[in-house]
């Protein structure tokens, strides 16, 4: 009796400890341990990201400059992948066996558990061949994202483009981006990225045992919509614009054109340019590779990080100073033989102007007028305050926007250059120097140096008789039109409104019978100042900037064409079919002659220079060097003795297709 109640408690233990030890594994498995969770979720359960669209880019005029475009990343969870036919998976998505061996060696690398991108930015048409058979690859998802499409292939250095995020950019967001995700990397994409990349969502659904989703989890109350980025509204004119890149064409230089009553940037060109469609796509890389190794580097935005002499066009922010500094008047005159002395530095001009004065000066960009007006702003409380004379001077200057940036609404701006006090003392021990060290600025030469765009917001500022607005790229922001405060600010640079008028006056006589006669427009009255960029390393820079209508102006544009000579030659035309098509949408005759369809057509590239090869100067290969110098000879010999026959052969030919 006592042996079968001790069993039977036995066997009532047993199974209680196998009890609790079941409910405890239960427990541990379902409350404990998500292990098991996650898989039965998995199973029946898919969370897709939705990410948004990037905002659209509109021209000044509601014309897109860039949209977006569908395409799908195929994503991969190694540890979910079963045994699958890989040369139709390769097939399908259009990639040999040695790139899929590539990416899935990649994706195992980053994670067996996570999913990363095992082949992006498949297009709609490849990808709805391979979602018909998405089911025979368990382990990889589609996830929809858009990519740019530039529909008129415009403004690439003003617009910028989007790439891949990588560990920085991962790193500097606090987590917000992810592996595969998008960021604009140059241009307004990078400016306006927080606006533009707008906010991802989630989308629960309930899958079936193949993958297919059958129906929305818990009716999507878990779901977040997708926010799209916000719409920016350029200030950009694509009417200019693309007339500014093919006036452009086989040239390097910029065209910067700036409304002055707002700071707008109506034309923003760096050239050489390229296609932004290059940078979209799976060729995105090798584009990119091959666009960096263009030896004129289309990637260079010249309009905001090109440094160049302004020349000539320095001279009517001189003639302000001096007017305000008292100095000179409107009537003060010199006489010009045709040479300015400075110390033992001979300054010439073109030819001897006589007698001139300020508005003379100017419109015959007399270089003797402005070195006198030079050395008198230098030396005006005497010769021993050259140098406080020369800091106050600079101050002056740096508010017309040169030496500083003018925080221009894209990144890596220049502020050019202009020089201060130690630049001279570390050439002139002792702070020895006057202002025959330094009498090339007077005529915008020497140290000076500025970007495009401050050469543009010069004649801003003279349009505007005496101050200006930051220049910007994006009018407005959104559906509600939100213009950026710092926009709207004036920026006075000191100079009395009287003051302008004798130099608009000088600027006025350039276009109508001075050296941009020829690019005048009949009916609009152009205001402008060619010049002559020194180029130490080449032919001079042809430079031309000016604004129109006098009277009411409504556009100031800078052009700059490197290697190309004389202002008046090919900077002052372009700017002057810029100016008119804006304002008529039309384009007229020229006194010079010069069409827009004959300044497209001529190529200004500047030759580029290989550099020397060095030869190896052991003693064989010296020897093994001129034999094949002696060769080379003898080859060229013997092709100039056969040129006369070359030239008959080819002469009989021709005689013979005619017959």
């Known amino acids: 009796?006592?042996?079968?109640?001790?069993?039977?408690?036995?066997?009532?233990?047993?199974?209680?400890?196998?009890?609790?030890?079941?409910?405890?594994?239960?427990?541990?498995?379902?409350?404990?341990?998500?292990?098991?969770?996650?898989?039965?979720?998995?199973?029946?359960?898919?969370?897709?990201?939705?990410?948004?669209?990037?905002?659209?880019?509109?021209?000044r005029n509601g014309k897109i400059l860039?949209?977006?475009?569908?395409?799908?990343?195929?994503?991969?969870?190694?540890?979910?992948?079963?045994?699958?036919?890989?040369?139709?998976?390769?097939?399908?998505?259009?990639?040999?066996?040695?790139?899929?061996?590539?990416?899935?060696?990649?994706?195992?690398?980053?994670?067996?558990?996570?999913?990363?991108?095992?082949?992006?930015?498949?297009?709609?048409?490849?990808?709805?061949?391979?979602?018909?058979?998405?089911?025979?690859?368990?382990?990889?998802?589609p996830v929809q994202r858009s990519v740019r499409e530039y529909p008129d292939s415009i403004a690439a250095q003003f617009l910028g483009y989007t790439d891949e995020v990588n560990d920085v950019d991962i790193q500097r967001s606090h987590g917000y981006y992810h592996?595969?995700?998008?960021?604009?990397?140059?241009?307004?994409?990078?400016?306006?990225?927080?606006?533009?990349?707008?906010?991802?969502?989630?989308?629960?659904?309930?899958?079936?045992?193949?993958?297919?989703?059958?129906?929305?989890?818990?009716?999507?109350?878990?779901?977040?919509?997708?926010?799209?980025?916000?719409?920016?509204?350029?200030?950009?004119?694509?009417?200019?614009?693309?007339?500014?890149?093919?006036?452009?064409?086989?040239?390097?230089?910029?065209?910067?054109?700036?409304?002055?009553?707002?700071?707008?940037?109506?034309?923003?060109?760096?050239?050489p340019t390229y296609d932004p469609?290059?940078?979209?796509?799976?060729?995105?890389?090798?584009?990119?590779?091959?666009?960096?190794?263009?030896?004129?580097?289309?990637?260079?935005?010249?309009?905001?990080?090109?440094?160049?002499?302004?020349?000539?066009?320095?001279?009517?922010?001189?003639?302000?100073?001096?007017?305000?500094e008292g100095v000179i008047t409107p009537q003060t005159s010199f006489d010009c033989t045709g040479t300015y002395w400075a110390g033992n530095h001979?300054?010439?001009?073109?030819?001897?102007?006589?007698?001139?004065?300020?508005?003379?000066?100017?419109?015959?960009?007399?270089?003797?007028?402005?070195c006198n007006v030079f050395d008198k702003l230098m030396n005006k409380n005497g010769m021993s305050n050259t140098r406080s004379n020369y800091i106050d001077w600079r101050n002056r200057v740096s508010k017309f926007g040169y030496g500083v940036k003018l925080d221009v609404d894209l990144p890596h701006e220049g502020k050019g250059y202009v020089p201060d006090t130690s630049r001279y003392d570390k050439v002139f021990k002792g702070g020895k120097w006057r202002s025959s060290t330094f009498i090339s600025l007077a005529i915008g030469q020497g140290e000076l140096e500025a970007t495009p765009l401050q050469l543009a917001n010069i004649d801003c500022i003279i349009a505007n008789k005496g101050y200006y607005y930051e220049p910007h790229l994006i009018k407005q922001i959104g559906d509600n039109k939100v213009i950026r405060p710092e926009f709207t600010v004036k920026h006075d640079v000191g100079i009395d409104s009287v003051y302008f008028k004798p130099v608009i006056d000088g600027m006025q006589a350039v276009v109508e019978r001075g050296t941009a006669a020829g690019s005048r427009i009949s009916g609009i009255n152009m205001v402008g100042k060619t010049g002559t960029a020194q180029n130490p390393h080449g032919k001079n820079h042809s430079l031309f900037v000016a604004f129109a209508p006098r009277d009411h102006p409504r556009i100031v544009v800078a052009v700059v064409v490197e290697n190309s000579g004389q202002g008046a030659d090919w900077a002052a035309p372009i700017a002057s079919f810029i100016v008119e098509k804006y304002l008529r949408d039309s384009i007229t005759s020229r006194p010079s002659g010069k069409t827009p369809e004959w300044i497209m057509n001529q190529n200004l590239l500047p030759e580029i220079k290989q550099k020397?090869?060095?030869?190896?100067?052991?003693?064989?290969?010296?020897?093994?060097?001129?034999?094949?110098?002696?060769?080379?000879?003898?080859?060229?010999?013997?092709?100039?003795?056969?040129?006369?026959?070359?030239?008959?052969?080819?002469?009989?030919?021709?005689?013979?297709?005619?017959?």
């Open 1 to 59: 009796m006592n042996s079968f109640f001790e069993r039977r408690y036995f066997i009532q233990g047993l199974f209680i400890v196998m009890a609790l030890g079941l409910l405890g594994r239960l427990y541990y498995i379902q409350i404990v341990d998500d292990q098991y969770t996650l898989s039965a979720n998995k199973n029946v359960l898919r969370t897709i990201l939705l990410f948004p669209g990037r905002g659209p880019i509109l021209d």
């Open 66 to 141: 860039v949209q977006n475009e569908p395409v799908y990343d195929i994503m991969v969870t190694p540890r979910d992948v079963k045994p699958f036919d890989t040369v139709k998976f390769c097939s399908l998505l259009g990639i040999d066996k040695a790139g899929f061996d590539k990416r899935w060696k990649k994706a195992v690398a980053y994670s067996k558990n996570l999913s990363s991108a095992f082949e992006k930015q498949l297009p709609v048409q490849l990808y709805a061949s391979f979602q018909e058979h998405l089911f025979e690859f368990p382990g990889f998802l």
């Open 179 to 271: 592996r595969g995700d998008y960021i604009g990397r140059t241009g307004v994409e990078k400016s306006y990225e927080n606006l533009l990349r707008g906010q991802r969502g989630v989308k629960n659904s309930l899958v079936d045992s193949r993958g297919v989703e059958k129906a929305s989890y818990l009716n999507g109350m878990l779901d977040t919509p997708a926010v799209a980025g916000e719409r920016l509204i350029s200030s950009l004119d694509i009417r200019i614009q693309k007339l500014g890149e093919k006036l452009m064409r086989n040239k390097v230089g910029s065209i910067v054109a700036i409304e002055p009553s707002t700071g707008e940037i109506l034309c923003f060109v760096s050239s």
């Open 277 to 324: 469609n290059l940078m979209v796509g799976r060729e995105h890389g090798n584009n990119s590779a091959a666009l960096n190794q263009n030896p004129y580097h289309p990637f260079f935005i010249r309009p905001i990080q090109a440094y160049y002499p302004p020349g000539s066009s320095f001279k009517p922010l001189s003639a302000l100073i001096a007017l305000q």
């Open 346 to 370: 001979p300054v010439h001009c073109e030819y001897p102007h006589g007698v001139a004065n300020l508005t003379t000066g100017i419109a015959v960009s007399c270089n003797t007028y402005f």
């Open 612 to 659: 020397p090869v060095k030869l190896d100067t052991t003693k064989k290969q010296v020897a093994d060097n001129a034999k094949l110098k002696a060769g080379l000879k003898n080859a060229a010999n013997r092709k100039k003795k056969e040129q006369p026959y070359k030239q008959l052969l080819a002469i009989q030919t021709s005689k013979n297709e005619e017959q």
